[in-house]
């Protein structure tokens, strides 16, 4: 099996520094081998300065599939709370963790330490929705599973023989 070569980084940008978390070139460096090993191979990586911010300028392939998983990997990321789900339960509901498929209007979402009603959906794609959301005013689009509350009387627990 052949492995793609290293990306074109300019040998001056790749020398590590005391602060390495603030450094761009050690930044680009670690997130060259952390894409290599999903299978994203980049060919250029070069740290910028673009409207006095630091950012890391990239050029490369990936793999359909690969770029499908990350990206949805990377959408259930960026809205995730950061407050705990307990505390985000509307009282009266139970958490589930659903496929977009198995959603329900009615059910409640956590995002962005907020939790939102889904007031309709619409399918996206196959394995995605479109919920439009009490209170935001931009839909939001469910690709991977998601924990939301449901109201407790829409479960079915097995009686007690």
């Not at 950061?82 to 329900?104: C, H, I, K, W, Y």
């Not at 931009?138 to 009686?159: K, N, S």
């Amino acid at each position: 099996m052949t492995t793609a070569p290293l990306p074109d980084t300019p040998s001056e940008l790749t020398e590590p520094t005391e602060r390495t978390d603030d450094d761009a070139s050690a930044t680009a460096t670690r997130l060259v081998r952390a894409l290599r090993g999903c299978g994203i191979f980049l060919e250029r990586v070069v740290p910028r300065s673009v409207g006095g911010r630091t950012v890391v300028a990239v050029h490369g392939h990936i793999n359909v599939h690969a770029a499908g998983r990350l990206a949805a990997r990377l959408e259930s990321l960026a809205h995730r709370p950061s407050m705990p789900l307990e505390a985000l339960r509307p009282e009266g509901t139970l958490p589930l963790e659903v496929l977009p498929d198995q959603v329900r209007v009615g059910d409640h979402l956590p995002l962005e330490d907020r939790c939102y009603r889904i007031r309709n959906m619409r399918g996206a794609s196959g394995s995605s929705r479109i919920l439009e959301l009490e209170g935001r005013r931009l839909p939001w689009i469910m690709t991977g599973p998601r924990v939301v509350f449901r109201r407790a009387d829409q479960f079915q627990f097995p009686l007690p023989a």
